[in-house]
């Protein structure tokens, strides 16, 4: 007993010194991390922001150098819209009116309401012709606006007001641990982009803030500092926005570091606790020779039985038996071996759920990030084809402008089919439910497919029973559904062949459309291969017709949102029959 209690107390205290050294170290480690991950993340999101003011600079010098009257186009709107303008304006500096104004649902000369001119026409002269970003403010509606200025002749000012939403909605893309996110500041260290709300609406200023003065200054770094929106010390990574001066920080709660650290610690303490039982079993197993390691050994063996494979039995020396110590040293082979293959499972599985993850969040995160130059593209090119600068020549350019355009539509297509799926896939979406007339519906579906099914030589009809009821479901995921299967069944149907689109009442209640085309049809293996995400791809339909293979994937997840069920009957190279049932809680009830 006091060669136990020696070992113990031998022990404790270089353990123990050992356990408080670990949290200190644990926590220079923690912020040597963050201040390279947090460093990292604001350099990203800061190089973001700089294609985005690149892209709104170039679409804005163009829009004022090439169409000074601003007549525009739909595209034009369209393109516009993309990149948060409200509006793009001509302003006459002597008489401060407006000239004209670019297309708008939203906005007209008459209706178009600027602040005052006096302080925006200063700057425009001494920008002496560039292109000049405003830092956030209040526009007269009282909502943040950044304006873009530019003198384009001697007594004209070129306006544009653009909203904050896009910058606000890259700011909310960035949240991680309890309290970790990102926030945009202008120039001044106004609030551009933050988790508080009001501080975005009252466009608060942050510039006391240490990490904001250093953005100011045109600073990239680190820093530490007291946090008034949370009330608590932050450590963030911070850089500017070379082309703007807008500034872009990443702050993560101090105490959240500290919390890892103390994590650490525990685990240090565990191991002291460990170490002093391992010392006086130690002892006991002097004292006891033969007796203390076989109940040992006995002990670890129970353990291991319940689960715990990370378990070690001191080998015993002195006056055992060689057959207790050859014992005692197969038994730590075992527990090792044992632990090292549960070890290797549990990385492995955690790898694969990593690497899963990861595809989910970088084909997301990818397609997002398409839209905005796919919108560029798409618009561009609609100016070219439908010459709205005036005639184009050669004319071959005009057709160019189209297969542009169209291939442009297609993949955008395509881009938001991949983010749909990837939302319902990953967490679920909701149904947003409203009282939809599905013949509508339908005969809208059978319409737009018209044009790609003259240019197949196939035939679509529509037949409708009589007196269908109205639904009550998600009318925007109803015709996406509707509209995947037609498209699929006019695209695998072949020159000379018929595709029917029928809806009735089924007999259970509720209601069943049905798809029916003599395409190429599809065999009982290749259905489910059809339903997989991607299916397609990993076929030999891939090399014959367009498509990321999302349709009838995407159509039965969205059915299924419904509580309905989507059915495919085919026989191949005869023709293909879906079926999509929705129950009867999916029918609207009259009034």
């Known amino acids: 007993m006091i060669l136990a209690l020696a070992f113990m107390v031998a022990s404790i205290v270089p353990l123990s010194v050992w356990a408080v050294w670990v949290r200190s170290a644990a926590l220079e480690r923690e912020i040597e991390e963050v201040q390279d991950r947090h460093l990292l993340l604001a350099r990203n999101l800061g ?63 008459e209706s178009i309401i600027l602040p005052p001119l006096d302080q925006f026409i200063e700057v425009a002269e001494f920008g002496l012709g560039k292109l000049v970003f405003t830092n956030v403010m209040l526009n007269p509606s009282g909502k943040p606006a950044i304006y873009l200025l530019k003198k384009i002749e001697p007594n004209f000012l070129a306006l544009g007001e653009l909203s904050t939403e896009f910058l606000r909605t890259t700011q909310r893309a960035v949240a991680f641990g309890e309290g970790g996110h990102a926030a945009i500041v202008d120039a001044i260290g106004q609030v551009i982009g933050h988790p508080r709300v009001d501080w975005e609406r009252d466009v608060k200023d942050l510039s006391a803030i240490d990490p904001v003065a250093r953005m100011i200054k045109g600073e990239t770094g680190v820093s530490t500092f007291f946090s008034p929106a949370a009330k608590e010390d932050m450590i963030a990574g911070f850089t500017t926005v070379q082309a703007t001066g807008w500034g872009v920080m990443i702050p993560q709660p101090y105490r959240e570091l500290q919390a890892k650290a103390d994590e650490v ?25 033969i007796a203390s390691p076989i109940k040992a050994v006995s002990k670890a063996a129970d353990r291991v039985a319940d689960g715990d494979a990370d378990v070690a039995v001191s080998v015993p020396s002195g006056f055992v038996p060689v057959e207790v110590q050859a014992l005692t040293r197969q038994f730590n082979e075992m527990s090792i071996a044992l632990n090292k293959a549960r070890e290797a499972e549990a990385r492995a599985l955690h790898a694969a759920e990593e690497a899963v993850e990861a595809k989910s969040d970088f084909l997301t995160r990818v397609t997002h990030e398409l839209r905005t130059p796919l919108n560029t593209v798409i618009g561009f090119s609609g100016m070219i084809r439908d010459q709205t600068q005036g005639p184009i020549h050669p004319p ?21 089919d991949i983010i749909a799926f990837s939302r319902v896939d990953r967490r679920g979406d909701d149904v947003a439910r409203s009282v939809v007339d599905i013949a509508v519906v339908l005969t809208m579906a059978v319409e737009k ?38 498209t699929n069944a006019v695209k695998f149907t072949p020159s000379g062949g018929a595709v029917v689109v029928t809806a009735h009442t089924a007999s259970a209640g509720g209601i069943n459309i049905v798809i029916t085309d003599t395409g190429i049809g599809l065999s009982e293996e290749q259905i489910p291969l059809a339903l997989s995400p991607f299916g397609q ?14 349709g009838l994937p995407l159509s039965k997840m969205l059915v299924e949102q419904h509580g309905g069920t989507l059915s495919i009957q085919s026989t191949p190279g005869q023709g293909t029959v879906v079926t999509v049932y929705l129950p009867p809680d999916c029918v609207a009830v009259s009034a």
């Open 265 to 289: 610690q525990k685990s240090a303490y565990f191991i002291v606790a460990f170490g002093v039982a391992l010392s006086t079993l130690l002892g006991f197993a002097i004292g006891g020779f």
């Open 537 to 550: 791809i990993s076929s030999h339909l891939a090399r014959n017709y367009e498509g990321a293979g999302l």
């Open 396 to 416: 071959d350019y005009v057709e160019y402008g189209r297969y542009i355009h169209d291939g442009g539509q297609r993949l955008l297509e395509m881009v938001n």
């Open 47 to 109: 190089l973001a922001l700089e294609r985005y003011a690149k892209d709104v600079s170039a679409v804005f010098s163009h829009v004022v150098e090439t169409d000074p009257e601003l007549r525009g186009s739909q595209h034009l709107g369209t393109l516009l819209a993309s990149l948060s303008f409200r509006h793009i304006c001509l302003i006459e500096t002597d008489t401060k009116r407006v000239v004209s104004v670019t297309p708008s649902a939203s906005y007209s000369m």
């Open 449 to 486: 497919i018209q044009a790609m099914a003259r240019e197949g030589q196939v035939d679509v009809s529509l037949s409708l029973a009589e007196n269908l009821p109205d639904l009550w479901v998600d009318e925007v995921k109803i015709r996406q559904i509707v509209s995947h299967l037609v």
